[in-house]
């Protein structure tokens, strides 16, 4: 991998792993991934850390419907849910296509290299 390349994952990584709207699974992949780094198994690790943030990097819309949820009310309170939900809408309002938290901007940047990365 191009060392520029390496450099920018890593620091978007670790921007995503910093988050706390980053979930466990992403958290680990992304873990997984900087230790595989230089490794027979970087490659193998490179396509699931880019398959576990093309699952959690949502599309505006599902971040809406998920703010709007039960479950998304459970999760973060219903004034919270509520105001995140709001948010969502003026991002989709303003031309955004995806969620616009820190682990979604992170993950966003770093799917904007996967042909780079899988090359």
Not at 42 to 57: F, H, N, P, R, S
Not at 65 to 78: D, N
Not at 93 to 116: H, S
């Amino acid at each position: 991998m191009e060392k520029a390349l390496q450099e920018f994952v890593v620091e978007k990584t670790k921007e995503l792993m910093a988050a706390e709207s980053c979930s466990q699974e992403a958290k680990d992949a992304a873990q997984a991934w900087l230790d595989a780094l230089g490794t027979p198994q970087e490659a193998a690790e490179t396509k699931k850390y880019l398959q576990e943030l093309e699952e959690d990097v949502l599309p505006i819309e599902a971040c809406i419907a998920f703010s709007q949820s039960e479950a998304g009310i459970q999760l973060f309170g219903a004034e919270m849910a509520k105001v995140m939900g709001a948010h969502a809408q003026e991002v989709k309002a303003a031309g955004g296509k995806f969620c616009d938290c820190p682990a979604c901007v992170a993950g966003l940047a770093i799917l904007e290299k996967k042909d780079a990365l899988l090359g």
